[in-house]
């Protein structure tokens, strides 16, 4: 007897044989809903850290700095933390390379990364070489910014840290 011909099914990407499955069927446990479930949770975390925000503000003291006079200015003028290795790298190297060049880089690989890593695996071992490039990069720019924070006295000088701190939050 002959077999009956197979319909074909019919998707977004092309005719697909019968006895590929398509979908599979979901079980109840495995699902967990938006609503209420996620967004509750959310909201919950989020008041949660608008109320921790908020006590902490209420607890400490962060009063502003006196006003800014042109005719007086600080010992010394640092960037605050977060910009603090980019000043070091301009003390080292020409601007265009510290101010441009290096940061557009630094986020043009940053961005790179996905396309340029092909390879299977998602573990350490198997992505060797990126791996030891972000830490090297990494561990660059940490100190940097220490040297930049911790390290930087009046005029730029340097100056142990334990002697005097010129750290600028």
Do not use: C
Request: net charge neutral.
């Amino acid at each position: 007897m002959p077999e009956p011909e197979e319909e074909p099914r019919y998707r977004l990407l092309g005719v697909v044989p019968r006895e590929i499955e398509v979908r599979k069927k979901q079980e109840p446990d495995d699902a967990v809903f938006t609503w209420p479930h996620f967004l509750i949770r959310h909201a919950v975390v989020a008041g949660a850290t608008v109320a921790v925000i908020f006590a902490l503000a209420i607890a400490f003291d962060a009063p502003l700095q006196s006003m800014a006079d042109a005719n007086r200015t600080p010992p010394v003028a640092k960037a605050p933390w977060y910009f603090a290795g980019l000043q070091e790298l301009l003390a080292h190297v020409h601007p265009m390379v510290a101010g441009i060049l290096v940061p557009g880089a630094a986020v043009a690989w940053l961005a790179l990364i996905p396309y340029l890593d092909r390879s299977r695996g998602w573990r350490i071992r198997d992505r060797k070489l990126l791996v030891t490039l972000f830490t090297a990069l990494a561990v660059a720019a940490l100190v940097l910014t220490l040297v930049g924070s911790l390290f930087r006295g009046p005029e730029w000088s340097w100056s142990w840290p334990w002697q005097h701190l010129y750290l600028e939050l």
